[in-house]
Nanobody
């Protein structure tokens, strides 16, 4: 599985960004994809996840700090997972990583929220 993240950048507080994670390869057995954030000096944490397949298809899960501001979605036709980030705050700053299943990680994309 190959994951390619993009869409990061510098944005002012209150602004928005949309991250994309294009995936390729066999997704057989992978039933969850997610976005993680790692701030400088901190561990990587889950920001949002979306499940696929079976009775949980499309179920989403968010970190408390981003609920109501971020939305994760998946376009299977385009093999892409998105993270729409609105009302961005300085504490949202970090490197954002896409993950497929347990073992597959994409390269990070930097998000900086600053005035």
């Amino acid at each position: 599985v190959q994951l390619q993240a993009s869409g990061g950048g510098l944005v002012q507080p209150g602004g928005y960004l949309r991250l994309s994670c294009a995936y390729s390869g066999s997704m057989f057995g992978i039933n969850v994809m997610g976005w993680y954030r790692q701030a400088p000096g901190e561990r990587r944490i889950l920001v949002a996840a979306i499940s696929s397949g079976g009775s949980t298809n499309g179920t989403t899960n968010y970190a408390g700090s981003v609920k109501g501001r971020f939305t994760i979605s998946r376009d299977s036709a385009k093999n892409t997972v998105y993270l729409q980030m609105n009302s961005l705050r300085p504490e949202d700053t970090g490197v954002y990583y896409c993950r497929a299943g347990v073992e597959h990680w994409g390269q990070g994309t930097q998000v900086t929220v600053s005035s």
